[in-house]
């Protein structure tokens, strides 16, 4: 990233992208996992989180927001949408922010079986939001601010 469009961006999410470069590479990690293991630290399976926050929160999830899209362009291995998801919760769960991690299929163009993830807080979709539309919902992973703080006392 050229050092003039660093400078453009706010302290804010300058201060996230080192953060969420690195919780990039954990959630790559983390993928190589089964199914199964990975899909706990999602949430609770086919529960969406509520659809309305404060404006503090919502320039927070914004911000993550933009700073897991700047990272993942910037990462040596592939940042697929499923590792931008998990990514995302992550930085979402730090700062207390509930959110809905959404898994999608669709058909390609060759008539393939395509697979996309993307996660919404509050009314905000932070990750995946561009291709979203073209697929249908076949799982939904609701994970709560206090759950999150909860499986971490746990361990």
């Known amino acids: 990233m050229r050092i003039q469009r660093l400078l453009l961006l706010s302290p804010e999410v300058r201060k996230l992208l080192p953060e969420a470069w690195l919780e990039l590479g954990w959630a790559r990690l983390r993928q190589r996992?089964?199914?199964?293991?990975?899909?706990r630290v999602w949430g609770i399976c086919m529960e969406e989180t509520?659809?309305?926050c404060d404006v503090r929160q919502e320039k927070?999830?914004?911000?993550?927001?933009?700073?897991?899209?700047?990272?993942s362009r910037y990462t040596p291995w592939r940042s697929s949408c499923l590792v931008q998801a998990?990514?995302?919760?992550?930085?979402?769960g730090r700062r207390k922010l509930d959110c809905t991690l959404y898994l999608g299929t669709a058909k390609n163009a060759a008539g393939r079986?395509?697979?996309?993830?993307?996660?919404?807080?509050?009314?905000?979709?932070?990750t995946g939001k561009r291709e979203m539309e073209a697929f249908t919902v076949v799982g939904i992973f609701g994970r709560r601010?206090?759950?999150a703080t909860n499986t971490k006392n746990e361990r």
């Not at 998990?86 to 930085?91: D, E, P, V």
Request: net charge neutral.
């Open 86 to 92: 998990a990514a995302a919760m992550t930085l979402l």
């Open 60 to 71: 927070s999830i914004q911000q993550i927001s933009h700073a897991v899209e700047l990272a």
């Open 50 to 52: 509520p659809w309305q």
């Open 145 to 147: 601010a206090v759950m």
């Open 113 to 126: 079986l395509a697979a996309h993830a993307w996660v919404r807080s509050g009314p905000i979709y932070v």
């Open 33 to 39: 996992r089964s199914f199964g293991d990975y899909s």
